[in-house]
């Protein structure tokens, strides 16, 4: 066993350390919160959820394992502590949550590896098939940047560039604190189609697929996939860029994974979720500065929202709610989360702010500490009663981990 200090190392735009401790007191801070709350009785008796140890999916598996009470499967790929090198905070929010979940009486599951894979498709579906009552929910939470395809073997690396044209903008160096101006060259054909084949629709339709086969799911099986639109300023990046491309993907696959479940009466969803910083979002150009500016321009007006608090929405106002509120749904039939970053008035005010800002004026218009503070806090870095100074043991180890990477 291994007790040490450990201190945020930041590269860029990761964190290479992860403070177990830290990690679990981000997820009992929002399991507390979840529990304080009342959820549908008609929410899921047990979920799959695929990305589940960090950002909107561990969210998601928070929500339903303790707001919804289900029992719940865990796909993800993290790294146990090796030696000197802590474990992924990943693994250390998905060993808290496990030991949470067991202390109350629900069952849970974890499948580490990769998820892009068949291997990891059938072990899951043995461990429902052995574990568990068939599936009510089904999350689809995965952001990778890259994809092995599982039939023909082809490695795909996704990229974030623009399409068509070049793009010049603004940007935030996080681990500075500098605003820069960034060029960024259009994607070639070729990083087009493997950033589709990587976050697009076909591995969401190949795990439904496999489930469907094997008769895991349950009558009235629901399935989530998240998207992001964002506004005019990153498009260029998002929407309309490499990322959008797939996520477009994404959305023209519900409509085979109806199919696929009509005989269930289930039903396939997008889920588009406001901006927050995860390790994913942390990665894209020009999305920190803008999540700076939204962040303080949300806040200002009182309606911020973290992940967990979007997922507590999504669970009770959306997927398992009797009455759906105006704007939940919109034209494209996608859940809409999104409506208040959207809101035209905070929008107006973000734009107003990107034009201004300035590395010298960025803490005034921005709020780089609040997306510093959150980024360290994906690593378990800043929790209020983890000392940093403490020794913390390093090792740890998943009690349900169904296989198959550590
Ligand atoms: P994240 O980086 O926090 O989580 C990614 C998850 O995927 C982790 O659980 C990780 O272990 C898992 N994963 C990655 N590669 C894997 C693999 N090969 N096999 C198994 N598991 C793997 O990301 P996030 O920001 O929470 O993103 C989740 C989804 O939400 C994505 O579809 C993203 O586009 C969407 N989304 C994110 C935002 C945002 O602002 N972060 C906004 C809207 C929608």
Request: proline fraction near 5%; charged fraction near 25%.
């Amino acid at each position: 066993m291994a007790r040490r200090v450990v201190e945020p190392k930041i590269r860029g735009f990761i964190c290479t350390t992860a403070h177990a401790a830290g990690c679990a007191a981000h997820v009992q801070e929002q399991v507390a919160r979840v529990e304080g709350k009342k959820f549908p009785s008609s929410g899921p008796g047990t979920a799959l959820i695929i990305g589940a140890s960090t950002g909107y999916g561990l969210a998601s598996r928070i929500v339903a394992t303790f707001g919804a009470g289900a029992d719940s499967l865990g796909v993800f790929f993290e790294r146990p502590a090796q030696g000197e090198r802590t474990a992924s905070a990943g693994w250390y929010n998905s060993v808290a949550l496990e030991r949470m979940a067991r202390e109350r009486g629900r069952r849970v599951w974890s499948v580490n590896g990769d998820a892009f894979s068949d291997a990891v498709k059938l072990r899951s579906v043995e461990l429902l098939r052995r574990e568990f009552r068939p599936v009510d929910l089904v999350i689809y939470s995965l952001a990778s940047p890259q994809r092995t395809h599982p039939r023909t073997g082809q490695l795909f690396r996704s990229v974030l560039k623009p399409v068509g044209q070049g793009f010049t903008s603004k940007t935030l160096h996080t681990d500075r604190g500098v605003v820069d101006t960034v060029h960024l060259e259009p994607a070639s054909e070729e990083e087009i189609a493997a950033t589709v084949a990587v976050m697009g629709g076909e591995d969401w339709l190949l795990w439904m697929e496999a489930l469907a086969a094997a008769g895991v799911l349950a009558d009235g099986v629901k399935s989530v996939a998240y998207g992001y639109l964002g506004p005019q300023l990153t498009w260029p990046i998002y929407r309309d860029g490499t990322i959008g491309l797939a996520k477009k993907d994404l959305e023209r696959t519900v409509d085979r994974i109806d199919a696929l479940l009509r005989p269930l009466q289930g039903k396939a969803h997008i889920a588009v979720n406001k901006a927050v910083v995860t390790q994913a979002s942390s990665a894209i150009p020009v999305v920190p500065l803008y999540i700076s500016l939204l962040f303080r321009a949300m806040k200002e007006r009182g309606c911020h929202e973290s992940c967990g608090e979007q997922m507590e929405r999504l669970f009770a106002e959306r997927l398992y709610a009797k009455n759906l509120p105006d704007g939940a749904v919109d034209g494209e039939g996608r859940l809409r989360l999104d409506g208040w970053e959207m809101d035209p008035a905070v929008q107006v005010e973000v734009l107003r702010r990107w034009q201004l800002v300035t590395t010298e004026n960025l803490r005034e218009l921005g709020d780089p500490d609040g997306y510093g503070a959150d980024f360290l806090r994906l690593f378990g870095f800043g929790l209020p009663g983890v000392d940093p100074l403490e020794p913390v043991e390093t090792e740890s180890f998943l009690e349900t981990c169904g296989g198959l990477a550590g």
